[in-house]
């Protein structure tokens, strides 16, 4: 059996807006145009702290603030338009599905459970470090005794990439995330689904 272990801001959840509001309340970082976030969005997550002037040893007290305000407002973010179906498709195929990711395990687990997505995944694994997504991807290998080798990991961003590279699992990397197309082919993932449904091309399930 396959898994497709899949991670949540970006891919599964649509939460830019969200998360960059919460960021201007944590950092006072002023105003961002939309072409300036454009050309962030580019980059990985150290380069744009570098840029925004964020010294890296604020990062975790931030990251735990700003997940305890997402949970306040969880509610407004919903899944990306395609993703419920696609999500049910895969599973209705046989793939073993998991969530990994930056964000809390409550925040995930409270966004599936809002939106009937939960029964699908027998597994959700939050709080990995945003800079070592790879150590954590370890870990998720070892607890559900996987063979990387049957694994995919799908993520939005640059760090979702390289995490599953250097874990001897597949990237696939998606392009309606935080991370641009351009940016992430760099990278070579396994595969760069353009919406949501091309998930099942990439992997013969259902029908497109």
């Keep these: 059996m396959k ?13 830019f807006e969200l998360a960059l509001e919460i960021a201007h309340e944590l950092m006072d970082l002023g105003q961002l145009d939309g072409a300036e976030i454009a050309r962030l969005r580019g980059m990985p997550p150290a380069k744009i702290m570098r840029e925004l002037h964020i010294p890296l040893t604020r990062v975790p007290r931030l ?4 997940r305890q305000k997402m949970h306040t407002r969880i509610a407004e973010v919903h899944p990306f338009p395609g993703i419920p179906d696609t999500v049910r498709k895969l599973h209705a195929d046989g793939y073993h599905l998991l969530v990994m990711s930056s964000n809390s395990e409550r925040n995930v687990r409270t966004f599936l459970r809002a939106n009937d997505l ?16 790879s150590s954590a ?29 250097k874990t001897g699992v597949e990237p696939v990397a998606v392009a309606w995330g935080y991370q ?7 990278y070579h993932p396994f595969a ?17």
């Design 3 to 15: 898994t497709l272990i899949f991670d949540f801001d970006g891919t599964l959840a649509d939460s």
């Design 63 to 66: 990251l735990i603030k700003g």
């Design 118 to 133: 939960e029964l699908y995944f027998d597994g959700v694994y939050g709080g990995a470090a945003i800079f070592n997504k």
């Design 137 to 165: 991807l370890r870990k998720v290998l070892r607890r559900n005794r996987l063979d990387a080798a049957d694994c995919f990991y799908i993520g939005d961003e640059v760090r979702d990439v390289i995490a599953a590279a």
């Design 180 to 186: 641009t197309a351009e940016a992430l082919t760099k």
């Design 192 to 208: 760069l689904a353009k919406r949501p449904a091309d998930l099942l091309r990439i992997f013969g399930a259902g029908k497109v």
